[in-house]
């Protein structure tokens, strides 16, 4: 589903990305590790066609990136730390400008659907900005699976989250995943990501440094495999 | 490479997603109403701060209430394309609106007409309360007209320019300075059509300078919109 080769993203002079080869096949649930500065959110961004690469071959589902930005961008749904939401418009209001973006041809039907499946149909004609930061972030999931994408990208989700919310978006994540969705989620939070993704990569240095399979590590295990990989 | 589809109804999702754009600004606007009311506020202000500062007889009056009333609507402008920007670029819903699969002139033409349409709701009340401030018929077709085409190629090229200033700390003080040597010329000849219109001067002493206003607009129209992919990418 996604096929990245050789990537270079080079800021100025300053390389932020060095060579990074990373694969994923469809209905994977990749968590991507790794320190602050390690380059995890300019690669996301390149994945969601935001920022171009300086080198490098990118394909989602076929389509070449920069090239076929636009095809792409219909297949993806992204979730940042910033809940790419407007303060004074309702949570319905904002799927339903959202809905009307992508053209989605029930938008009512399935603005509802989603409020559902987000728990916020009961707060749906309250404004965002009377939201707390947990509720916001659901919604933000929300504005992501409006269009049913194939891929979605998580970018720390749970930044700035509290027990209780991490929780219930742990539970939308679930949900999105059990979906066979292409998963790919950038956090810091190693046991909440245990829980949730088929394979762990460690991004540092620029470059995918360690990968390995939920199969083939106990979930105790993670942060020594992490610490292992940053460190080598 | 995969082939991409073809463009079917390319033209009718551009347009859905444009229109789609001015009523977000719009609804987010009636609710929190806080562009309008600082543009309108400002206005005001100025208008009413120059009519105690200029002691002016029918004559004076004439000659500068153009280059008033453009200076004003030129500052409140500015006010409401900072703010038009920012709201879309503090909370990430810039993001937002690249990730949609259109084509990024709908983003383009979406703000801009909505920028156009606060700056002529603040022009539709200023110019009533300057008429009765001043005493002065601004109730003109022909001026009219002249606002209509001075503001739209204000906002062409200030939507722009917002895209451009909203990416820095600096946006605030950057986007007057980027901005107003570009428009110079839609200031400039937006004064001298509307003092012609407000003189009842000659339609051949007029016509130099709506002509200018006219292809300034079409220019500028087309330069922002081939520009506008590359102002917003990073």
């Known amino acids: ?232 | 490479m995969k082939t991409s589809p073809p463009p079917i109804n390319l033209l009718r999702r551009t347009f859905q997603a444009t229109v789609a754009i001015i009523w977000k600004d719009l609804a987010a606007e009636m609710r929190s109403r806080e562009m309008l009311s600082a543009m309108l506020v400002f206005s005001l202000l100025v208008i009413l701060i120059f009519n105690f500062a200029l002691e002016l007889d029918i004559k004076a009056r004439q000659t500068v209430t153009s280059g008033i009333l453009w200076a004003t609507f030129a500052f409140a402008g500015t006010l409401g394309l900072n703010r038009s920007m920012a709201i879309e670029k503090d909370r990430g819903c810039m993001d937002g609106l690249l990730l949609a699969p259109v084509d990024r002139s709908a983003i383009y033409f979406g703000k801009a007409i909505g920028n156009l349409v606060f700056m002529l709701v603040v022009e539709a009340i200023v110019l009533p309360v300057y008429s009765v401030l001043y005493n002065i018929n601004l109730f003109h077709p022909g001026l009219l007209a002249v606002i209509l085409l001075g503001s739209l190629g204000y906002v062409v090229v200030g939507t722009l320019l917002s895209a451009m200033a909203v990416q820095t700390r600096t946006r605030d003080v950057l986007l007057p300075i980027l901005l107003f040597p570009v428009v110079l010329p839609v200031l400039i000849s937006a004064v001298k059509a509307s003092q012609g219109f407000l003189l009842a001067a000659e339609w051949t002493e007029i016509a130099p300078w709506f002509n200018l206003l006219l292809v300034y607009d079409v220019i500028f129209t087309a330069a922002a919109f081939m520009i506008f992919d590359y102002v917003v990418e990073e």
């Open chain 1, 1 to 232: 589903m996604i096929v990245v080769r050789s990537l270079v993203k080079r800021f100025g002079l300053k390389a932020v990305l060095r060579g990074l080869d990373f694969s994923v096949e469809p209905g994977e649930f990749v968590a991507l590790l790794g320190p602050n500065g390690a380059g995890k959110t300019t690669f996301l961004r390149i994945l969601a066609s935001l920022t171009r690469p300086s080198l490098g071959e990118v394909k989602i589902a076929g389509y070449q990136l920069p090239q076929q930005a636009a095809e792409v961008r219909r297949l993806l749904g992204v979730v940042s730390h910033l809940p790419l939401l407007y303060n004074d418009l309702t949570a319905e209001e904002n799927l339903r400008f959202y809905a009307r973006m992508y053209s989605l041809p029930d938008e009512t039907q399935r603005i509802g659907e989603v409020l559902e499946l987000v728990g916020l149909a009961e707060r749906r004609r309250d404004l965002v900005r009377t939201f707390s930061r947990g509720m916001q972030q659901r919604l933000a999931i929300g504005r992501a699976v409006l269009h049913d994408p194939e891929v979605m990208l998580f970018d720390e989700p749970h930044t700035g989250l509290d027990q209780d919310a991490c929780e219930m978006l742990d539970t939308v994540l679930r949900e999105v995943a059990a979906r066979q969705r292409t998963v790919v989620m950038t956090s810091h939070d190693l046991a909440r990501v245990g829980d949730l993704a088929s394979r762990f990569d460690v991004l540092s240095r620029g470059q995918i440094v360690a990968s390995i399979q939920r199969s083939q590590i106990d979930p105790d295990q993670i942060l020594a495999f992490y610490r292992r990989a940053v460190e080598k």
